[in-house]
T-cell receptor, first 111, second 114 residues
């Protein structure tokens, strides 16, 4: 079965430190990969996506993600975390008309 | 340009009642989606539409019906609500064919079924 896994329910990082939110996928073929962010009581907002080409993609708010085909991973990263980055982050994979979301990782940035 | 809007924002239903959730987008998007979000479950796709007059089942379609009579609107109906349908419902849309396009989400509808 196709799936997207976010192995950590919550990630805690001190402000100013680098952060990583992990995502792995098990989808046949070559899916497109996305990260979305959800702030409290809001809908999801698009952060970045991988379509093809450079394995390091840059997105909104200083976030970037590294695609690794051999490990089927698409980890979200930021060099220096801000308290305002605290939110719920979702990884997603799409192919054709299909889409699967991971279960989400809550990122908590400690002041 | 309001993007994706959802009506209502909150609703409480009794078991067995019916209701319709309305999603509207003003971006002329072809594709529209309905998801439900439950704690620890992420987002699960209920139904989607690839254009006016078309609908298709997603991962969790049972107990829901949808209609896309106009391109800008996508309606989600619950004919006989059950407590298991207590959730936050999100509508989303995206442009054109090609699943490399990102989706735009509405603010959500919080539904409680007692």
């Amino acid at each position: 079965a196709q799936s997207v896994a976010q192995p950590e329910d919550q990630v805690n990082v001190a402000e100013g430190n680098p952060l990583t939110v992990k995502c792995t996928y098990s989808v046949s073929g070559n899916p497109y990969l996305f990260w979305y962010v959800q702030y409290p009581n809001r809908g999801l907002q698009f952060l970045l996506k991988y379509i093809t080409g450079d394995n390091l993609v840059k997105g909104s708010y200083g976030f970037e993600a590294e695609f690794n085909k051999s490990q089927t991973s698409f980890h979200l990263k930021k060099p220096s975390a801000l308290v305002s980055d605290s939110a719920l982050y979702f990884c997603a994979a799409t192919w054709g008309d299909k889409i699967i979301f991971g279960k989400g990782t809550r990122l908590h940035i400690l002041p | 340009n309001a993007g994706v809007t959802q009506t209502p924002k909150f609703r409480v239903l009794k078991t067995g009642q019916s209701m319709t959730l309305l999603c509207a987008q003003d971006m002329n998007h072809e594709y529209m989606y309905w998801y439900r979000q439950d704690p620890g479950m992420g987002l699960r796709l209920i139904h989607y539409s690839v254009g006016e007059g078309t609908t298709a089942k997603g991962e969790v379609p049972d107990g829901y019906n949808v209609s896309r009579l106009k391109k800008q609107n996508f309606l989600l109906g619950l004919e006989s609500a059950a407590p298991s349908q207590t959730s936050v419902y999100f509508c989303a849309s995206r442009n054109l064919q090609g699943s490399f396009h990102e989706q735009y989400f509405g603010p959500g509808t919080r539904l409680t079924v007692t």
